[in-house]
């Protein structure tokens, strides 16, 4: 399966988006709270990948 030009393009935009919007909370909060946020993605990356593997 290929994600479409209509797909890609979406897709493109989103993560745009997103890395303004991680930037822009992340200004705001102090170092702790940016480590404990990178602890939690991770962790829920890890989890959503042992789900998808089994």
Known sequence: MKITEKGSNTLNQTRIRYKYLIERVLKEVNEDEVIKFFQTVEE???????????
């Open 44 to 54: 829920i990356l890890n989890s959503t990948s042992h789900e998808t593997s089994s």
